[in-house]
T-cell receptor
């Protein structure tokens, strides 16, 4: 089991460029999510999905798009990168999409993104 | 919106000293989770507390959930250098969509050997 796999590990973009951060999990988890982590800000939810074909916004969705065409994959798209999007991005998945949160989040190793 | 606050933001201890981090929610939580993130790593799940007043132990770590289910704490006895990292609490959103897990900003623990 690879768990949650994120690619790339590092990325440098110029302002205005677009890119897609990849996330894949092999645990058959229904729930997947994207967080960004900035110094002193903790982990902030960008978008999440409770199953294939279903996505919703988190706390900081502006400037990001997601789609969930399969259970395994949940890519995060930056449409026009800005310096404010410089951050570490974590993808996380969970078995249970219910509000009871009976199962924990499994995090990927993260993508460190710098926008110049 | 729901807020989950953690204190302190930073804590530096000598190896062997105890450490406690506190988590407070602006709303009642159905449950609370704790995660640890080593420097340069990713958050890793430690434990989940569900019941009011619940206390759980993992070796030197003791987790408590408050009676009102609005606060929680993590206590580490006799810290070791392997305890270094950031400890996060997280709780499900109480209003609107409950499919969101809100994290506190974390407490960074450093241990002087």
């Amino acid at each position: 089991n690879a768990g949650v796999t994120q690619t790339p590990k590092f990325q440098v973009l110029k302002t205005g460029q677009s890119m897609t951060l990849q996330c894949a999990q092999d645990m058959n988890h229904e729930y997947m999510s994207w967080y960004r982590q900035d110094p002193g800000m903790g982990l902030r939810l960008i978008h999440y999905s409770v199953g294939a074909g279903i996505t919703d916004q988190g706390e900081v969705p502006n400037g990001y798009n997601v789609s969930r065409s399969t259970t395994e994959d949940f890519p995060l798209r930056l449409l026009s990168a800005a310096p404010s999007q410089t951050s570490v991005y974590f993808c996380a998945s969970s078995y249970s999409p219910t509000p009871a949160w009976n199962s924990p989040l499994h995090f990927g190793n993260g993508t460190r993104l710098t926008v110049t | 919106g729901q807020q989950v606050m953690q204190i302190p933001q930073y804590q530096h201890v000598q190896e062997g000293e105890d450490f406690t981090t506190y988590c407070n929610s602006s709303t009642t939580l159905s449950n609370i989770q704790w995660y640890k993130q080593r420097p340069g790593g990713h958050p890793v799940f430690l434990i989940q507390l569900v019941k009011s007043g619940e206390v759980k132990k993992q070796k030197r770590l003791t987790f408590q959930f408050g009676e009102a289910k609005k606060n929680s704490s993590l206590h580490i006895t006799a810290t070791q250098t392997t305890d270094v990292g950031t400890y996060f609490c997280a709780g499900p959103n109480s209003g609107g969509s409950n499919y969101k897990l809100t994290f506190g900003k974390g407490t960074l623990l450093t241990v002087n050997p």
